[in-house]
């Protein structure tokens, strides 16, 4: 069956939403879903009130409990992420097609954002449900034994559990990858999940939820529970019998979400918010430095967080680099993401496409130079045009706010140690990249670039092994690699008197 006909057949009916293996038409209505690049409606969703989010912990929590979870041979849990890998793969289009009709991104990226790249990861993180180790430790205590007893007087050893439950909440821009971003690493480390996707992208995540059971998860190990962020998004955060909040977003409801999971001092993982820096050094190879900064910024649409959408480059080559994003931005393809002539989709919504707008029409109002794009499209759909943007001064909104669309801002310098204080005026920190053929200028940079990520040379490599997160404002915590599974972990103390 072709991957249309399959997601034809699967939002023929709403689609409920996931809680202790059963799934369940919820509490808190029905949520129309729209295709971004046509306004059309695809489809209608479950959305969770306050007491689906209840039962979805109380699952969870049951699950977490329970020797089909807890006494789980470490190996098995990894066979089963293997498994879900599998089936990711296996089931890649249909993912895809799902993104790409409720995100709008071109298929191209969504089959690899939604195939390849989540099964890697997976199963990244499958190796690690046999590696999460303790330690042991020669301890200082006195020896209260006699003198000339024989070996140490104490065992002293430390255990790495699971938290629990864990309350996960991710954005729109990224479905399929953001809900394994958060399910992966939390099955790993042996929790149980309470999953929150947006409710303007709850397809993939609900699909998942097939592909889990396939897996052979027990029941309630993976809730998945689509509502508003204001309702079922705050009181997961909120609630008092959850033990990690893992939450990607923006900043400001990052703040909110600090702030709801105090009552029971939970754990908090927050990803957010960038507004990232790249440096272009006049000795950079321009001819693959130029294409890279297109897609840095560019990649659906500018909705990915870690954007570079602040570009510095050294004063010599300053104007050619401008015309030549510029070029590649101007030939760019808007469209809708199954055509596959497709480079760039839609915004993800009227109001996202309308804040967008604002900023560039204040950059317009305030003399900045549009160097191309700078327009909506006077058509069905969110669409934006790639815009470049040569500002006058570097305090603007546009420079210092993040927006979240295909907006790039470019600007000149002339030493590494202006490049470098340009590129930490911020109140962000997410991540960078650095452009030059100089490993001591590179390296140098990277060095006092305040930013959870640098790239040299390239941009936005993520790989599971390598943990990101934010500085500053963009975040608390680590996601992927080793660090990402033990911040879901908690570090218990043993001490035996031998
Ligand atoms: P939002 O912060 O608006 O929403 C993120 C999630 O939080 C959604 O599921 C949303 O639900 C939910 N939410 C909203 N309000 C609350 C609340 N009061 N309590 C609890 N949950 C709430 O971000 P967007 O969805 O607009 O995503 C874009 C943002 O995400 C950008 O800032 C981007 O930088 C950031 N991001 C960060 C990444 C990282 O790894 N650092 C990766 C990807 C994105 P609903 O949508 O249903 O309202």
Not at 329 to 357: C, F
Not at 366 to 372: H, K, N, Q, S
Request: with cysteine; charged share 20%.
């Amino acid at each position: 069956m072709s991957s249309e006909i399959k997601v034809r057949t699967y939002l023929e009916k709403s689609r409920p939403m996931l809680i202790g293996g059963q799934w369940s038409e919820g509490s808190g209505g029905v949520q129309q879903l729209i295709d971004p690049a046509t306004e059309q409606v695809i489809g209608t969703a479950a959305l969770a009130a306050e007491t689906d989010i209840d039962l979805a912990v109380a699952a969870a929590r049951n699950a977490f409990e329970s020797p089909n979870w807890r006494r789980m041979p470490p190996a098995d849990r990894a066979q089963r992420l293997w498994k879900l890998a599998e089936l990711v793969e296996e089931n890649a289009d249909e993912l895809a097609y799902l993104d790409t009709l409720n995100e709008g991104m071109p298929l191209g990226l969504a089959e690899f954002l939604c195939g390849a790249g989540p099964a890697e990861a997976l199963r990244y993180y499958a190796g690690w449900c046999t590696k999460i180790e303790g330690t042991t430790a020669a301890i200082s205590m006195p020896d209260s034994r006699p003198q000339g007893a024989f070996g140490p007087a104490y065992h002293a050893y430390t255990l790495r559990e699971p938290l629990g439950v864990v309350g996960a909440i991710s954005p729109w821009n990224v479905p399929t990858l953001m809900a394994l971003a958060k399910i992966g690493p939390a099955l790993a480390a042996g929790n149980t999940v309470v999953l929150k996707p947006s409710e303007l992208t709850p397809l993939s995540a609900l699909r998942l939820g097939e592909l889990l059971a396939e897996a052979d998860f027990p029941d309630g190990v993976v809730n998945i529970v689509p509502g508003t962020g204001a309702i079922a998004g705050a009181h997961l955060a909120a609630h008092k019998d959850v033990d990690m909040i893992s939450f990607t977003g923006s900043t400001a409801t990052g703040k909110e979400v600090a702030r709801l999971a105090i009552g029971n001092l939970k754990r908090v993982g927050l990803e957010l918010g960038g507004k990232s820096p790249i440096l272009v050094f006049e000795d950079a190879d321009l001819e693959s430095t130029i294409p890279a900064l297109a897609e840095a910024v560019f990649m659906n649409s500018g909705q990915i967080c870690f954007a570079g959408t602040r570009v510095y480059v050294q004063r010599g080559i300053f104007e050619a680099t401008v015309e030549g994003v510029a070029r590649i931005a101007a030939a760019m393809k808007l469209g809708h993401g199954l055509d596959p002539e497709t480079a760039l989709g839609p915004l993800i919504s009227a109001r996202q496409r309308d804040g967008v707008m604002q900023y560039i029409e204040a950059a317009r109002a305030g003399g900045d130079r549009i160097a191309t794009g700078g327009n909506r499209l006077a058509r069905d759909g969110f669409f934006i045009e790639p815009t470049v943007i040569v500002p006058k001064s570097i305090n603007s909104a546009i420079v210092r706010d993040e927006i979240f669309g295909p907006v790039l801002c470019i600007m000149p310098f002339d030493t590494l140690e202006e490049a470098i204080a340009l590129a930490n005026d911020t109140p962000y920190g997410l991540a960078s990249g650095v452009f030059t053929s100089s490993l001591s200028t590179a390296h140098r940079a990277a060095a006092e670039i305040r930013a959870g990520s640098v790239w040299i040379n390239c941009y936005a490599m993520l790989d599971e092994a390598m943990p990101t997160g934010g500085y500053r404002q963009s975040g608390w915590g680590r996601e992927a690699g080793r660090q990402g599974v033990e911040e879901l972990t908690q570090t218990k103390s043993v001490v035996a008197s031998l």
